[in-house]
């Protein structure tokens, strides 16, 4: 099983600043099947970056996703009010799928 | 648009069953694979099980390994995760969730609001 690592933990961040997430894998991600999502209290997931960089439909240009391997960031080069936020990366190359344990984004 | 409606949670004694069933609109439902995606009350997201578009393909997390059994019907456009043994650690709201593709090997772009399920005496 793929274990997904992700840091910080929480990032306490003002509107305007850039975010940079990061999602370090246990083994090598087949193809880049690595994607992110974003999850806002008392909502489903949303999909943000599949493929690692590929953004889902309706993700506006800031989101940013890079990587490949064990290394994978995420990035919102400034923030707006409803980027904060709890995301996720999952793995979905090999089974188990597994998940990161999530980061918070939260306003400082 | 695509639309999933989860059902059939609720409170459940330890040991017994409960099947969790999502209804699929607005997409082909048979070229899509699909999975179940479950979160513990306060905690994160933990994939729990995939199956194929066609259904040939099942796939599940070691947590539930031969206690649960993914399956669909699609004439009925209907998911389905037939759960036994229940542990309190199955306690969580379950997401029925959509892939991007007819293999489990895609990420997912759909997701329902989730039934919860409550395992306790």
């Known amino acids: 099983e793929i274990v997904l690592t992700q840091s910080p933990g929480t990032l306490s961040l003002s509107p305007g600043e850039r975010a940079t997430l990061s999602c370090r894998a246990s083994?090598?991600?087949?193809?880049?099947?690595l994607a992110w999502y974003q999850q806002k209290p008392g909502q489903a997931p949303r999909l943000v970056i599949y493929g690692a960089s590929s953004r889902a439909t309706g993700i506006p240009d800031r989101f940013s996703g890079s990587g490949s391997g064990t290394d994978f960031t995420l990035t919102i080069s400034r923030l707006e009010p409803e980027d904060f936020a709890v995301y996720y990366c999952?793995?979905?190359?090999?089974?188990?799928?597994?998940f990161g344990q999530g980061t918070k984004l939260e306003i400082k | 648009e695509v639309q999933l409606l989860e059902s059939g949670g609720g409170l459940v004694q330890p040991g017994g069953s409960l099947r969790l069933s999502c209804a699929a609109s607005g997409f082909t439902f048979s070229s899509y694979a699909m999975s179940w995606v479950r979160q513990a009350p306060g905690k994160g997201l933990e994939w729990v099980s995939g199956?194929?578009?066609?259904?040939?393909?099942?796939y599940y997390a070691d947590s539930v390994k031969g206690r649960f059994t993914i399956s669909r019907d699609n004439s009925k456009n209907t998911l389905y995760l037939q759960m036994n043994s229940l542990r309190a650690e199955d306690t969580a709201l379950y997401y029925c969730?959509?892939?991007?593709?007819?293999?489990?090997?895609?990420?997912?772009?759909?997701w329902g609001q989730g039934t919860l399920v409550t395992v306790s005496s």
């Open positions: 969730a959509k892939t991007q593709g007819s293999s489990v090997y895609y990420s997912s772009d759909s």
């Open positions: 999952q793995q979905y190359g090999s089974s188990p799928q597994t």
């Open positions: 083994q090598s991600v087949s193809s880049s099947y």
């Open positions: 199956i194929s578009g066609g259904g040939g393909g099942t």
